[in-house]
């Protein structure tokens, strides 16, 4: 029992060190994760100084046909081809 009271004051110093350590991680910009199949859009986020939007589109493609964003929602087969921004999201 004493051992646990001595190990808890540095055991909280070291979860407040680790936890401001992955704070800070997370507001560094990083590189852009993406996998096989994911579209990467970049059309704006370079000159915004923002990390690239990667879209799982395998993830998307398994659940609808090709069809229900490429036809029905306008989205072109061609790479750069639509305009995309999160205005542009938020508005629908």
């Known amino acids: 029992m004493n051992i646990l009271r001595t190990l808890r004051v540095p055991w909280r110093g070291a979860l407040l060190a680790l936890l401001a350590t ?3 991680w997370s507001l560094a910009p ?7 199949g994911d579209v ?5 986020s370079d000159a915004a100084g923002m ?7 395998w993830f998307h493609r398994v659940r ?5 964003c490429h036809a029905d929602l ?3 087969f061609k790479a750069g081809g639509n ?7 938020i508005d629908g």
């Open 64 to 68: 609808f046909r090709c069809k229900v």
């Open 83 to 89: 305009q995309i921004n999160m205005l542009k999201i």
């Open 74 to 76: 306008g989205f072109q």
């Open 22 to 24: 992955l704070a800070l």
């Open 30 to 36: 990083r590189e852009a994760q993406a996998e096989y």
């Open 40 to 44: 990467v859009i970049n059309n704006f």
């Open 51 to 57: 990390r690239p939007v990667v879209f799982p589109h």
